[in-house]
């Protein structure tokens, strides 16, 4: 038996504005800058989709699946473990004009998988926040 797992992370407050981060995190090929070669291996990026052999997970495949500009980016993925896994970004835009990101994880898990992710995935999206805060090529995007 299975059920929707959801994990957030906090929101991270951004050296960009809404679009500028918008920009950037709709086109998947940004995302080799926060690749590390000792946990990821195997890289193919294209505008919309990435595939990655990550050293425990095996391969993970990310694809763009639904787009609300400046507001909201869906990323669909599955790897061998999790046939169905969501990455949402949530944005918005404070009052100095600066991009406020929250991201959610959502996946189907059994019980003894969900308590198995919870420590990582939480790491993941807390590590996620802070690296998109300290991130200073918010408008440097590929062409």
Not at 25 to 51: C, P
Not at 95 to 101: K, L
């Given at each position: 038996?299975?059920?929707?797992?959801?994990?957030t992370?906090?929101?991270?407050?951004?050296?960009?504005?809404?679009?500028?981060?918008?920009d950037?995190?709709?086109?998947?090929?940004n995302?080799?800058?926060?690749?590390?070669?000792?946990?990821?291996?195997?890289?193919?990026?294209?505008?919309?989709?990435?595939?990655?052999?990550?050293?425990?997970?095996?391969?993970?495949?990310?694809?763009?699946?639904?787009?609300?500009?400046?507001?909201?980016?869906?990323?669909?993925?599955?790897?061998?473990?999790?046939?169905?896994?969501?990455?949402?970004?949530?944005i918005?835009?404070?009052?100095?004009?600066?991009?406020?990101?929250?991201?959610?994880?959502?996946?189907?898990?059994?019980?003894m998988?969900?308590m198995?992710?919870?420590?990582?995935?939480?790491?993941?999206?807390?590590?996620?926040?802070?690296?998109?805060?300290?991130?200073?090529?918010?408008?440097?995007?590929?062409?």
């Amino acid at each position: 038996m299975t059920e929707i797992s959801t994990y957030t992370s906090r929101t991270a407050k951004l050296s960009c504005s809404a679009k500028e981060f918008y920009d950037f995190a709709t086109d998947i090929r940004n995302f080799v800058r926060f690749i590390s070669t000792d946990t990821f291996g195997n890289v193919i990026t294209d505008k919309d989709s990435l595939s990655v052999q990550v050293n425990i997970m095996g391969t993970v495949k990310l694809r763009i699946a639904e787009k609300t500009m400046y507001n909201r980016i869906v990323y669909r993925g599955e790897n061998q473990q999790v046939k169905d896994f969501s990455l949402v970004a949530g944005i918005a835009e404070s009052d100095t004009g600066n991009a406020e990101v929250n991201m959610t994880l959502q996946a189907e898990l059994n019980p003894m998988l969900k308590m198995l992710a919870m420590a990582p995935v939480n790491r993941f999206l807390a590590a996620l926040a802070d690296e998109m805060e300290k991130f200073n090529g918010w408008r440097e995007t590929k062409e």
